[in-house]
C-alpha cells in the first residue's frame, strides 16, 4: 500500500460524537487526499493537501475537517458523526514522480456511525 | 458529480476470456488513469494515458482514448481469477488542478 497506513483500520462511533482518521506517509510526499467510498458513489474527493498547513475543499467536504501539522500525517475530522457519514475513507498520496497525477491508495477505514 | 462513467457496472467472464470496459467522461483532460481495487482493498493504479496518447499497452491491459469522443475502454486479455476486482477510471481535468475525478467503477468476475 505505497508507504501508507491507515488508523484505525475500523471504527463504529455513536451519532454526535467526533471522530479522528489518521493517514500517516513514510516518503515525505507533498500531495495527500481523503476520499470516501460508497456504493453507487466510487470514490469522492473529501478535501485534499499540497503542504504543511495547506488544505483545499474537495467535492464533499461538508461536515468534515482536515489538519496537516507535520508532512508525513493527514488527519480527517468529523466533528460530529452522523449515520450519512458511515463509509470506507481512503487516504491517498501523490507522489509527483510522472506529472501525471498518480494515485497510491491507503488500505481504508471503514467508519460505520449508529 | 461523476466525470467519468463506466460501462458495464458489472461483468462475468470465463478465465481465458478477454473483458472489456468502457468509461466516458464530460470535460476535457489532462489524463486518465485506470485503477484496480481488489475486494477491501485499497485502490491500485493500472495505467495512465495523456490526452494527446490513443493507446497504451502494460502487460495485458490495453487502454485506448479518444478524446473526440470522450471515452476510453481498457481490455484486460487473457484474463485469470486473480483478475476479479472492480475497475474505475479516473479523470485529471483541466479545470481540476491536482485531483481525480472517478467513476463509479465495473466489478469484473473471472470464473475458473
Known amino acids: 500500500d505505497a508507504g501508507i497506513t491507515q488508523s484505525p483500520r475500523h471504527k463504529v462511533t455513536e451519532t454526535g460524537t467526533p471522530v479522528t482518521l489518521r493517514c500517516h506517509q513514510t516518503e515525505n510526499h507533498r500531495y495527500m487526499y481523503w476520499y470516501r467510498q460508497d456504493p453507487g458513489h466510487g470514490l469522492r474527493l473529501i478535501h485534499y493537501?499540497?503542504?504543511?498547513?495547506?488544505?483545499d475543499k474537495g467535492e464533499v467536504s461538508d461536515g468534515y475537517s482536515v489538519s496537516r501539522s507535520k508532512t508525513e500525517d493527514f488527519l480527517l475530522t468529523l466533528e460530529s458523526a452522523t449515520s450519512s457519514q458511515t463509509s470506507v475513507y481512503f487516504c491517498a498520496i501523490n507522489p509527483g514522480t510522472s506529472g501525471g497525477n498518480e494515485q497510491y491508495f491507503g488500505p481504508g477505514t471503514r467508519l460505520t456511525v449508529t | 458529480s461523476q466525470q467519468g462513467e463506466e460501462d458495464p457496472q458489472a461483468l462475468s467472464i470465463q478465465e481465458g476470456e478477454n473483458a472489456t470496459m468502457n468509461c466516458s467522461y464530460k470535460t476535457s483532460i489532462n489524463n486518465l488513469q485506470w485503477y484496480r481495487q481488489n475486494s477491501g482493498r485499497g485502490l491500485v493504479h493500472l495505467i495512465l494515458?495523456?490526452?494527446?496518447?490513443r493507446e497504451k499497452h502494460s502487460g495485458r491491459l490495453r487502454v485506448t482514448l479518444d478524446t473526440s469522443k470522450k471515452s476510453s475502454s481498457l481490455l484486460i486479455t487473457a484474463s485469470r481469477a486473480a483478475d476479479t476486482a472492480s475497475y474505475f477510471c479516473a479523470t485529471d481535468a483541466r479545470a481540476a488542478g491536482n485531483k481525480l475525478t472517478f467513476g463509479g467503477g465495473t466489478r469484473v468476475l473471472v470464473k475458473p
Open positions: 494515458i495523456r490526452s494527446n496518447e
Open positions: 493537501s499540497y503542504g504543511v498547513k495547506d488544505t
